[in-house]
């Protein structure tokens, strides 16, 4: 039943930072444990981040010391910043509740350049 839209996306320079957010609608944001995926150009969707209903978190290799993850349930909010962004880190970013089925939203893409 849960509903969920990105924002935050944008151009940035290697080294930079930048926010995302996803705001869920619908009930059980607060019971569930949250993701953000990433899909690189002519890449396969790959897990980035995801976090516990506890606050307790997991990150991919390539963004840990890098990325953090939250969520802010009385907002219904999930959030990644994202620093010292690297040109790989381009992407099309994701959010859904984590190994949940179902169709993909239209995430919000990210840019780095050199």
């Known amino acids: 039943q849960v509903q969920l839209v990105e924002s935050g996306g944008g151009l940035v320079q290697a080294g930079g930072s930048l926010r995302l957010s996803c705001v869920a609608s619908?009930?059980?944001?607060?019971?569930?444990?949250m993701a953000w995926y990433r899909q690189a150009p002519g890449k396969g969707r790959d897990l980035v981040a995801a976090?516990?209903?506890?606050?307790?978190?997991k990150y991919a290799d390539s963004v840990k010391g890098r990325f953090t993850i939250s969520r802010d349930n009385a907002k219904n909010t999930l959030y990644l910043q994202m620093n010292r962004l690297k040109p790989e880190d381009t992407a099309v970013y994701y959010c859904?509740?984590?190994?949940?089925?179902?169709?993909w939203g239209q995430g919000t893409l990210v840019t780095v350049s050199s």
């Open positions: 976090i516990t209903s506890g606050g307790s978190t």
């Open positions: 619908g009930s059980g944001f607060s019971i569930n444990a």
């Open positions: 859904k509740i984590f190994r949940a089925l179902g169709a």
